[in-house]
């Protein structure tokens, strides 16, 4: 049973697209994050989220919003994609100030 | 700013050696302290919590300083499969975005 599961795992997709890629965990946490990681392997946090507070970091461009359908649930959707958003994106999950659980990772290539 | 800081390496240590490796950071008020193990592409997983006493699991040791504001971790008898990229990771409280910091991590080739 996968903790966290992201999908797709795979994403390649024209610049100026919008695409979505979909987080769901199973653990019962109440916050959720998507991280980016770049070709220089550098985990950047994007986003967390809970039941209460979305908070973003100041430096994700606005065509990046996450979206929450539920507690168990944390879609990141992207448009207008740029050849820059290249990267590995990770969904995790986490109780407050406890270790988080990652997914698999997305690798999302622009052409 | 906060920033957590991480030798980047790579570190090439021969098997069975022992190795260690630090972090800073620069927030005191951070609350929770954390190494991740990320081997090349795949997530990162949780190695171990560090806590103020110092804990051990096994071959490895984490340390945490406050007073220098840096942790380290240890690892003994160094096994191939101990190659991968170790990350540190610094949270503040309050469980958001803007409290929980990576470092770039550390390179470790362990080498037969």
């Known amino acids: 049973d996968t903790a966290v599961s992201q999908t797709p795992k795979y994403l390649v997709t024209q610049m100026g697209n919008d695409k979505s890629i979909k987080c769901e965990q199973n653990?019962?946490?109440?916050?959720m994050y998507w991280y980016k990681q770049d070709s220089k392997k550098f985990l950047k946090i994007m986003f967390s989220?809970?039941?209460?507070?979305?908070?973003i970091n100041e430096t994700v461009p606005n065509r990046f919003s996450p979206k929450s359908p539920d507690k168990a649930h944390l879609n990141l959707h992207i448009n207008s994609l740029e050849l820059g958003d290249s990267a590995v994106y990770f969904c995790?999950?986490?109780?407050?100030?406890?270790?988080?659980?990652f997914g698999d990772g997305t690798r999302l290539s622009i052409l | 700013r906060k920033e957590v800081e991480q030798d980047p390496g790579p570190f090439n240590v021969p098997e069975g050696a022992t190795v260690a490796f630090n972090c800073t950071y620069s927030?005191?008020?951070?609350?929770?302290f954390f190494w991740y193990r990320q081997d090349c592409r795949k997530e990162p997983k949780l190695l171990m919590s560090?806590?103020?006493s110092g804990n051990e699991d096994g071959r490895f040791t984490a340390q945490l300083n406050r007073a220098s504001q840096y942790i380290s971790l240890l690892i003994r008898d160094s096994k191939l499969s101990d190659s991968a990229t170790y990350l540190c990771?610094?949270?503040?409280?309050?469980?958001?975005?803007?409290?929980?910091?990576f470092g770039k991590g550390t390179h470790l080739i362990i080498q037969p």
């Open positions: 995790a999950s986490s109780q407050e100030n406890q270790p988080q659980h």
């Open positions: 653990l019962g946490h109440d916050t």
């Open positions: 989220y809970n039941n209460k507070e979305l908070i």
């Open positions: 927030n005191s008020a951070s609350q929770s």
């Open positions: 560090v806590y103020s």
């Open positions: 990771v610094v949270t503040e409280g309050g469980g958001g975005a803007d409290g929980l910091t």
